[in-house]
């Protein structure tokens, strides 16, 4: 199927900024929608942003404006741009790959820790 594997977390104070990278390998060819999604301590988990293999992206209200997903096909990685970061935005960043265009379900990386200091 596909692995994905996430980098480039850490910790931060607030009003900075980090990039997250997600490297995806295996059978990509299957890839559809991408996105990034995020578990906060205590909170349950929520799609930050979106996708699709065309360029169309979404954005959960709270980031939209501070944070950029994109995706560079060619060499199979996703990418999110966080500027402006909030104590609020720590959490465990997950990749995720909808993998519907040749039947299979969707698949997760292993997540990244995005700590941002008050």
């Known amino acids: 199927q596909v692995q994905l594997v996430e980098s480039g977390g850490g910790l931060v104070q607030a009003g900075g900024s980090l990039r997250l990278s997600c490297a995806a390998s295996?059978?990509?060819?299957?890839?559809?929608?991408m996105g990034w999604y995020r578990q906060g301590p205590g909170k349950e988990r929520e799609l930050v942003a979106s996708?699709?293999?065309?360029?169309?992206?979404n954005y959960v209200d709270s980031v939209k404006g501070r944070f950029t997903i994109s995706r560079d096909n060619a060499n199979n990685t996703l990418y999110l741009q966080m500027n402006s970061l909030k104590a609020e935005d720590t959490a465990v960043y997950s990749c995720?790959?909808?993998?519907?265009?040749?039947?299979?379900?969707?698949?997760w990386g292993r997540g990244t820790l995005v700590t941002v200091s008050s």
């Open positions: 995720n790959a909808d993998l519907r265009v040749c039947g299979f379900g969707a698949v």
């Open positions: 295996g059978r990509t060819i299957c890839i559809y929608t």
């Open positions: 996708i699709a293999s065309g360029g169309n992206t």
